[in-house]
């Protein structure tokens, strides 16, 4: 009966043991599993946040030129629309001869390098805005 016993305590102690050795390999794979996971996410957070640029900077600089393009077309067609919206047959003959002058291609290249870095859109708009204006401006007068 004392033998039984003794096994008993015996082989609880050892699966104890055999649970400690894993606990200790355990818990320091776990640790670095954490710590990678941080690690990663700094570093993604620091490179995301580190290639901001200045908004002020991005609506004052130059366009390329198959941005200007995209701008001098936008602006061509809007002031077409505008100046013969009462008048739609002329309007018609008017974006059919820009369609045949556009370069689709120019555009296309223009509005890819766009979407590459949306934050110049704002140098595309504010000079959008700036002919809009002003051409409003010259019409008024």
Do not use: G
């Amino acid at each position: 009966m004392k033998n039984k016993q003794f096994y008993k305590v015996y082989e609880m102690s050892s699966t104890n043991n055999s649970n400690r050795e894993y606990n200790k390999l355990y818990y320091p794979v776990r640790m670095r599993k954490s710590i990678s996971i941080i690690l990663s996410i700094l570093f993604i957070l620091t490179i995301s946040c580190s290639e901001r640029t200045n908004p002020d900077k991005e609506i004052t600089r130059t366009l390329t030129p198959n941005e200007r393009y995209l701008v001098n077309s936008y602006v061509k067609i809007h002031e077409f629309e505008r100046n013969l919206q009462n008048n739609p047959e002329e309007l018609t003959k008017k974006l059919i001869q820009i369609e045949k002058e556009t370069d689709y291609q120019r555009i296309r290249l223009a509005l890819s390098e766009l979407e590459k870095d949306p934050t110049r859109w704002l140098a595309v708009y504010n000079r959008i805005n700036k002919l809009l204006t002003r051409n409003s401006q010259e019409s008024e007068n």
